[in-house]
């Protein structure tokens, strides 16, 4: 995964974060 996306998702606190 791009580090930026796992950035922003982290940002966000969101379910997205649980995929990385």
Not at 1 to 20: E, F, L, N
Request: hydrophobic letters at 25%.
């Amino acid at each position: 995964m791009d580090s930026k996306k796992a950035r922003s998702t982290v940002k966000q606190g969101r379910g997205k974060v649980s995929m990385d």
